[in-house]
């Protein structure tokens, strides 16, 4: 209803961004010096929904349900120079020269539109229009703001036809909230993104990786209650970016110093951090505590000015307010980094307890949490200095409950929430107990005016709209395995609008290997060159590749040394690149051959057989469709279901792609009916090549020129499914192809096949 009155009726958009709960590890995903990290989840009960829809105009027009926030709206950032986009140095020179904005809420979308078009350009042409619905308390420590930059960012990226992934929407994202003059981490953006039900998420932020643990069952309960808003203004501004500038640049300048000053504790320093880097070694991370006791207490500003000048530089560029503040000076350092390890410490016990994929003994391990809870939030008041009496209250009366194993405050400090632990039977009793004793005499309604949360693990960053409900529906027909619902699958998937810029779309056209196996039949010519209906298959391919998804960047041609001039004729009037395998050593090895082309590209590769023309132009466009859907897994692979698949995929009980072989190269055991691909994948071009040059990396073997794999070759889809169907990545196989379009020409007699198959569909189709 207030998108309507505001905006008119219309297609609309709908996002989803969960409430961000915060575990353990506190003010440390903006530390600089240390390994660290947090264990969060996002919440399933609170979040807050934006709806939206593009419009023809360069400007964003947006208001709330809540009467709190105006309406507002604000213009596209006009065309940047390229030497001023790209870098975080750059993105910060850039905020300096504008300065910090007035205090608005629109400053959050705000800076999430400003940092999509300061790193995408001109490729962000379209502004949206939005309303914003919260259950989310403001200024509560729950990250209602982070929640609205990564919203705003997600969209900014879905007006604009850019496709992205949620990592790097959470790293973009945590930058971009610089904007309104904090500088904090990127702990709230990643959960709000990542987030996943019933498991916990730890993040590693100097290797940025993200894992999922798990975390105690529904008998036990996490609940924040809310005391009051944090101040967002020039004050508690300062007082944030004074921690983050004391982690960022001002204990690591101190430690740096050391290397000259003290070489013997910066070797012990360098050698402890490494260590514990590794192998998350106690004993070195006892070392790296006993030498933080070395650092001084304070720090003066006239000591950063005379003793490390560059630091001093770097907080007058990203902390100007704070260097401006003198009074504030001298300012603390030891306790903070004694908060930062005491931190690290704690995450790194609590992941051990839950690290096994169930809590055996959940009472045991909420004690032990609940502990190291309570020691967190010790240090958040003693060494961190962001508690308040207002917050301490609450803990007292809290603490006064025998069933809470543990609480502490959560979130940036100076107000907000208060987490707490305890049993789910519990619940009522302590939410009446904080309701009698905290609420009441405040005159205030703690469950009424939805101060009391009570949260368990849910998804992060999700679509609302149609396109979710189609994406279960894709999948659920997707692993039944019936081949009556590849009808179903592709009447779905026609509907569904592409939103791949097609400039970053690259089609790989694989060409290469020796052919043995075919010229054995009688084929008088390279299997790409074979004549189907007088026209070589390449060509075909080629065509349909075009016909089904648009133009998109000039394909790239693998070739051989053996056929690389024939095809180069054969396609002399099309606008494609050429890469050569020098040596057949499988199909994995030949797109390696692309990296000099592919090594800086960000979009999508889409990898094809020259000997597949059957593959059907609607084939390749569902195959996008796929890809629009599930955007955030790695590889996705169009399959077909038949009678003795060449090339079986293996799904686990619950549905997913686990594992594939192939009967002939493989020697894998046949099956009379299943699942396999027809010679076409859809991945996410950097993460191909990280997983090739891993391979490359696994299995070279430089002194025999082969690779230890079977036959001495990399493989390119069996290879990359088991590859991504481990820890490393995400699939999504469907069966949206006709079995005879799995149809490639490996001999003679396939040609003749081809042609029959493709007048049949052709007939079928018309």
């Known amino acids: 209803e207030s998108f309507l009155e505001l905006f008119g009726d219309g297609p609309v958009s709908l996002l989803r961004a969960p409430a961000r709960i915060n575990v353990l590890g506190e003010h440390v995903d903006y530390v600089s010096y240390l390994p660290t990290a947090s264990l969060t989840f996002g919440s399933r009960e609170r979040d807050m929904l934006m709806m ?7 400007r964003i027009r947006g208001g709330s349900t809540s009467a709190r926030y105006e309406f507002g709206s604000f213009d ?25 904005p007035a205090p608005t809420w629109l400053n959050y979308p705000h800076g999430a539109v400003d940092f999509a078009t300061f790193k995408f350009g001109e490729r962000v042409r379209n502004g949206f229009d939005f309303i914003v619905d919260s259950t989310i308390p403001a200024g509560g ?35 971009a909230e610089w904007f309104i003059g904090t500088r904090g981490g990127s702990m709230d953006h990643t959960t709000i993104c990542l987030g996943e039900r019933q498991r916990g998420v730890l993040i590693s932020y100097s290797s940025q990786k993200v894992e999922r643990v798990s975390l105690p069952d529904s008998s036990f309960q996490w609940i924040t209650f809310f005391t009051k808003a944090a101040d967002k203004g020039r004050e508690v501004m300062i007082e944030y970016n004074e921690r983050a500038a004391v982690s960022r640049i001002l204990i690591p300048a101190v430690i740096s110093g050391w290397e000259t000053q003290f070489p013997e504790r910066y070797r012990e320093w360098q050698n402890a951090i490494s260590s514990f880097s590794s192998n998350g070694n106690a004993i070195a991370l006892n070392q790296i505590a006993l030498l933080i006791e070395h650092l001084p207490q304070t720090i003066s500003l006239e000591a950063i000015q005379n003793d490390y000048p560059d630091a001093f530089a770097e907080c007058e560029r990203s902390f100007p307010a704070l260097v401006e503040d003198r009074a504030r000076w001298p300012i603390a350092l030891r306790d903070r980094a004694q908060h930062h390890i005491g931190e690290v410490n704690r995450v790194a016990l609590a992941a051990a307890l839950l690290e096994s994929d169930r809590v055996h003994d959940g009472s045991s391990v909420c004690q032990s949490i609940g502990t190291l809870l309570n020691e967190s939030h010790l240090s958040l008041r003693d060494l961190y200095g962001v508690s308040t009496a207002d917050v301490e209250r609450l803990i007292e009366i809290i603490r006064s409950d025998p069933k809470v194993f543990g609480g502490r405050l959560m979130g940036g400090g100076f107000g907000g929430n208060v987490l707490v632990l305890t049993t ?5 009793s302590l939410v009446d107990r904080v309701q009698s004793q905290y609420y009441k005499p405040q ?63 690259w089609p790989i056209i694989v060409a290469a290997g020796r052919g043995s196996r075919a010229m054995a039949t009688g084929l008088d010519r390279p299997k790409p060159l074979a004549l189907i209906n007088g026209q070589p298959a390449i060509l075909r391919v080629l065509e349909n590749v075009r016909s089904g998804i648009g133009n998109t960047r000039p394909p790239i041609i693998i070739t051989s040394p053996d056929n690389t001039d024939e095809i180069r004729l054969a396609l002399r009037d099309q606008d494609v690149h050429f890469a050569v395998q020098p040596k057949a050593l499988g199909t994995g090895d030949a797109v390696l051959n692309t990296f000099t082309f592919l090594r800086d590209f960000e979009g999508i590769a889409l990898v094809v057989w020259s000997t597949q023309p059957v593959i059907r132009k609607e084939t390749y466009r569902r195959t996008l469709a796929l890809q629009t859907v599930f955007g955030d897994y790695d590889l996705i692979v169009p399959t077909t279901l038949k009678d003795l698949p060449y090339a079986p995929i293996q799904r686990d009980s ?17 099956i009379p009916f299943g699942e396999t691909n027809i010679g076409l994948f859809v991945l996410n071009n950097q993460k191909m090549l990280r997983a090739l040059l891993d391979l490359k990396r696994r299995y070279w073997n430089a002194t025999e020129g082969r690779y230890e794999r079977r036959g001495g070759e990399l493989g390119f889809p069996n290879e990359l499914i088991n590859y991504f169907s481990g820890d490393t990545g995400k699939i999504f196989a469907s069966p949206i192809a006709d079995p005879r379009e799995e149809q490639g020409i490996k001999r003679l007699e396939d040609v003749a096949l081809c042609e029959r198959f493709i007048a049949e569909l052709e007939s079928e189709a018309s």
Do not use: C
Not at 52 to 58: F, I, T, V
């Open 443 to 505: 005159g205030r309604d703690g469950f009424a005016e939805g101060s009391v949360m009570i949260s368990t693990p849910g998804d992060g960053l999700s679509d609302l709209g149609m396109q979710t409900q189609l994406k279960s529906s894709v999948e659920l027909l997707s692993i039944r395995q019936e081949p009556t619902n590849t009808g179903a699958i592709n009447w779905l998937l026609d509907e569904v609008t592409l939103t791949q810029d097609k400039e970053h779309i």
């Open 76 to 100: 596209l950032l006009p065309e940047l120079p390229a030497a001023t986009r790209g870098t975080d140095d750059e993105w910060l020179s850039y905020l300096y020269l504008v300065g910090t």
């Open 424 to 428: 789910a039977e519990n619940t009522s």
């Open 654 to 670: 619950s549905g997913l792609v686990s594992a594939a072989s192939e009967t002939h190269l493989e020697s894998a055991e046949p």
């Open 141 to 175: 420590g729950a990250s209602s703001s982070s929640a609205l930059v990564v919203l705003a960012g997600a969209a900014i990226r879905n007006v604009n036809r850019i496709v992205f992934e949620r990592i790097e929407l959470a790293r973009d994202s945590a930058r």
């Open 52 to 58: 939206y829809r593009q419009s023809d105009q360069p």
